[in-house]
Structure formats: C-alpha cells, structure tokens
C-alpha cells in the first residue's frame, strides 16, 4: 500500500493545490486515511500534519476511521423524513448497533445519514453499498441486514 501512495504523491509532487487528490488517492488505496498516512503525506509534501489533519477533518468524503464491510447511507431527506425515515433509522441503530457516522464493532456495518439519495418516489430509502432499497417500514430492516454479511 505504500508504494501504492508514494506513486499517487509522485504524480503530485509539483502541483502546489494537490492536497485534495493526495488524500482522496491515499483513502482510496487504505479505505480510509490513518494517522501514518497523513504524517508521511505531511512530510511527502512539506506540509505541517495539523493542515493536512485540518483538510482531512473538513470535507464530510474523507473518513480517519475503517469503515465496515457494508456502508448504509440512510437519507433523511425532506421525502424521507415525512414518510417515517426516522423510525427506519431507529431500527437501522438498533438491529447493526451503529450510530451516524460510526461502525459497528463487529466491523459489518458503517452507517451514514444523507440528505438525499435521490430516490425521493421510494422514500423512506435507504442505500447499501450503492444498492437502493425503498417503501421501508422499520420491521423490514432486520431481513434486509441479514442479506449483507
């Protein structure tokens, strides 16, 4: 992997504004970015580790923790929310045992809250790994986990 991310800081090595593509490389090839990796970017590019850190942290793409084997983004939209989005992503916390933002010990399931999915016809919706499902009722969540090992 780390040759992998020193090809991705070669190709950017005199571009002054890469930071963004850098990271965006670097998580691509780990899945998400660890503190080593944002240190040997910071030294890579001259750049200190808190401004790196600072980009990092700001834009909602990039993640400082592994995400699980399965990532549900839950929209709760404005069509989502009206249609009960709420009680499916009660259901959704209780049956993975994950909250917003975080994954679930066992390493399965990282759940994300969107604004918008853009299935609006279907809502409540949610996603996993890019696969729609909709008209959801919380009693539907447990045998739609099931399907995602």
């Given amino acids: 992997k780390e040759v992998k991310l020193n090809e991705v800081l070669a190709k950017y090595q005199n571009d002054k504004g890469s930071l963004i593509p850098i990271l965006q490389g670097a998580q ?3 899945g998400y970015l660890p503190e ?3 240190k ?5 590019i001259k750049m200190p580790v808190a401004k790196v850190y600072g980009v990092a ?3 909602a793409q990039f993640r400082l923790t592994p995400i699980g084997r399965n990532v549900i983004s839950m929209c709760l939209g404005t069509a989502c929310h009206v249609r009960g989005g709420a ?11 994950v909250k917003d933002g975080q994954t679930s010990e066992d390493g399965r399931f990282t759940l994300e809250i969107v604004n918008c999915i853009g299935a609006c016809g ?9 696969h729609v499902h909709g008209k959801l009722v919380p009693e539907q969540i447990p045998e739609i986990l099931a399907q995602y090992k």
């Fill in 122 to 130: 279907l809502a409540p919706v949610i996603s996993i790994n890019s």
């Fill in 40 to 44: 040997h970017i910071s030294k890579a």
């Fill in 28 to 30: 691509e090839i780990y």
């Fill in 57 to 59: 942290t700001f834009y």
């Fill in 87 to 97: 009680k499916v992503l009660e259901a959704i916390e209780k049956e993975a045992k």
């Fill in 36 to 38: 080593h990796v944002l």
